[in-house]
């Protein structure tokens, strides 16, 4: 359920299909995404799941799967 969500995030922050993104996608290499988009990602997460991520979990994030690691580990 979390990937679907997060699938959709990514999506409309990068403007990009959601279909094309797995657990296995990372931000950096494999969508191209800045500090500033990764940002808003976190910020969308945030938001959806009514979260709030330490610095030192988000800098940690890499790739989509461990988004989704990280918003259980709260959840």
Do not use: C, H, W
């Not at 409309?12 to 800045?34: C, K, Q, R, S, Y």
């Amino acid at each position: 359920m979390e990937l679907e969500k997060l699938r959709e995030i990514i999506g409309e922050v990068l403007n990009i299909d959601p279909d094309t993104i797995t657990a296995d996608t990372t931000f950096v290499d494999d969508l191209g995404a800045d500090s500033l988009d990764i940002f808003q990602i976190i910020m969308g997460m945030e938001e959806e799941y009514d979260i709030e991520l330490e610095s030192e979990a988000a800098e940690q994030i890499r790739t989509v799967g461990d988004a989704v690691e990280a918003i259980r580990a709260i959840r």
